[in-house]
Each structure stands twice: as C-alpha cells, then as structure tokens.
C-alpha cells in the first residue's frame, strides 16, 4: 500500500523559512514523480513544484525563486523561503504516475501559517 | 498558464438526480501524440486530501463508481454523477496537466437538496 505523510508544518513569521518533508512508503521517491500542491483556507488547489526521476524541476511562477524541491533516498521536501501570508495553507505531497493519469496518491496534508 | 474556469461554484441537487459540472480550458489541452485531452477530475471530501476520479478527460479511475463519468466537446470538459448519493457530498475540481503548469479549476461545491 502506497503512503505519503506530510511533516514540518507550523506558525511561522513572515519573512521566515521553514522546511516541509514527506515521507513515503510503497513506492521510491527516486523513481517518481513528486509534486507538492497547497490549499488556503477555503479555497482551492494550487500546485507549486514538481520532481522529476530524473532530478529536473519545475515550479509555478507564484514561487520560484522562494521555494525549492528535492529528495533524498527517501523523502521528498520543499524548502520555504521569504514567507508572506498568502502561503498560509495546506501543504500536500502527491505522485504524478506518469501513465498518463494526474496525481493518484496524496498525503494527509501538512498546516503552514504564516503569521506575526 | 491554461486558465480552468468550472461552473457552477456551487450546486445542490436531490439524492438519486443528475449532477453536472463544467469546466473550460483557456487553450486546447489536447496531445496530438495520442489524441487524449489532458483533463482530470478530482473529488475532495471535508477534511480529505483529493481523490483522483477521471483523468484523460474521460477515463475512469480504478476504484471509482460508475455513477461518474467525464466528457469533452473541444475545450469544455463535463463530470457527471448520474445519480448522487449522499457521500457524493464534496468539491469537485478539474485540473489540467497538459502543460508542466498544472492548474485547478476553482472548485465546485455539491450539495444534497
């Protein structure tokens, strides 16, 4: 069974970083396709990077620059940097298959706020 | 970035009724190299992470329920639950990952009446 667990999220002042993680078991973050997609309080999905097997990454313009993805032998992160309120959200790690359907596995979600 | 402007924001309909939700892409999301409309519909439950239902604009995903099912004429891509049930009750998103620039539509939330 394929799981993903977000960790890593809390209040955080603007301007500050922080570091989510994701942890996996059933399926290797090597050999995936990992993105990372957020939720702000009532409001809808917005993705934010991607991962490729290969290593090469690609991000939504609101933040690159701020945010970096990467993996180790087992997780995958997302480095947070210059924090604004409007990051406050939920954070979730999901799997592109790349079988030509969109993201089958998704995480319980991680809770970042960013606030003074 | 392709825009996924879905309508209504917001429906209630009567448990056993038809519900229908639309999308439309802001450019074609069509891969030539196999004709497949890069579409996917996802359902997300209070509380939840979201569910992949559809993908391919069309195609159900294992596991899913009959009930739903996806179509597209162009750049409007439909989801239809033929008959809701009560744990239908969510926001349904439509996303497109034809380009490396995934976007969601806004959601639409389904309610019983």
């Known amino acids: 069974e394929v799981r993903l667990l977000e960790s890593g999220g809390d209040l955080i002042q603007p301007g500050g970083s922080l570091r989510l993680s994701c942890a996996t078991s059933g399926l290797a973050v090597t050999s995936n396709y990992m993105s990372w997609v957020r939720q702000a309080p009532g409001k809808g999905l917005e993705w934010l990077a991607v991962?490729?097997?290969?290593?090469t990454t690609y991000y939504a313009d609101s933040v690159r620059g701020r945010f970096s993805i990467f993996r180790d032998t087992s997780k995958v992160y997302l480095r947070m940097s210059s924090l604004r309120a409007d990051d406050t959200a939920v954070y979730y790690c999901?799997?592109?298959?790349?079988?030509?359907?969109?993201?089958?596995?998704w995480g319980q979600g991680t809770l970042v706020t960013v606030s003074s | 970035d392709i825009v996924m402007t879905q309508s209504p924001d917001s429906l209630a309909v009567s448990l056993g009724e038809r519900a229908t939700i639309k999308c439309k892409s802001s450019?074609?999301?069509?891969?030539?190299?196999?004709?497949?409309?890069?579409v996917a519909w996802f359902q997300q439950k209070a509380r939840q992470p979201p569910k992949l239902l559809v993908f391919w604009a069309s195609a159900r995903e294992s596991g899913v329920p009959e009930r739903f099912s996806g179509s597209a004429s162009g750049t409007d891509f439909t989801l239809t639950i033929s008959s809701v049930q009560a744990e239908d009750v969510a926001v349904y998103y439509c996303?497109?990952?034809?380009?490396?620039?995934?976007?969601f539509g806004q959601g639409t939330k389904l309610e019983i009446k």
């Open positions: 991962l490729y097997s290969d290593g």
């Open positions: 999901t799997r592109d298959p790349r079988d030509g359907r969109s993201f089958d596995y």
């Open positions: 450019q074609s999301v069509l891969h030539s190299s196999n004709n497949k409309n890069y």
């Open positions: 996303q497109q990952y034809y380009t490396i620039q995934y976007t």
